[in-house]
């Protein structure tokens, strides 16, 4: 199982700061990925083939980095279809 929450497409140091504000409690401003969930989760099929995977947790409050809630959560699903589609064994994804 995997929780997938925020990411950051490149090392930027505005977005390392804002990463580092969210594993501090600043979840509003945590940088929001979606596309990183989906190469997260291709990652964990390389490494561990003949698994498979449960997304255990993803979510966010009522808005995080500009984005309402149902729009995060639009877009991890359609990333976590998109790795289906690529032969990703999904078991589950659990949205809080």
Request: glycine share 10%; aromatic share 12%.
């Amino acid at each position: 199982g995997m929780d997938y929450y925020w990411g950051i497409s490149a090392l930027r140091v505005d977005m390392v700061v804002r990463l580092a504000g969210a594993m501090q409690q600043q979840f509003d401003r945590a940088p929001v990925w979606s596309k990183g969930l989906y190469r997260a989760l291709r990652y964990l099929q390389r490494l561990f083939p003949d698994q498979e995977i449960l997304i255990a947790e993803n979510g966010c409050p009522e808005r995080q980095d500009g984005l309402e809630r149902l729009t995060y959560i639009q877009r991890h699903v359609g990333e976590v279809v998109r790795a289906c589609r690529h032969g990703v064994p999904i078991i589950g994804y659990v949205c809080w």
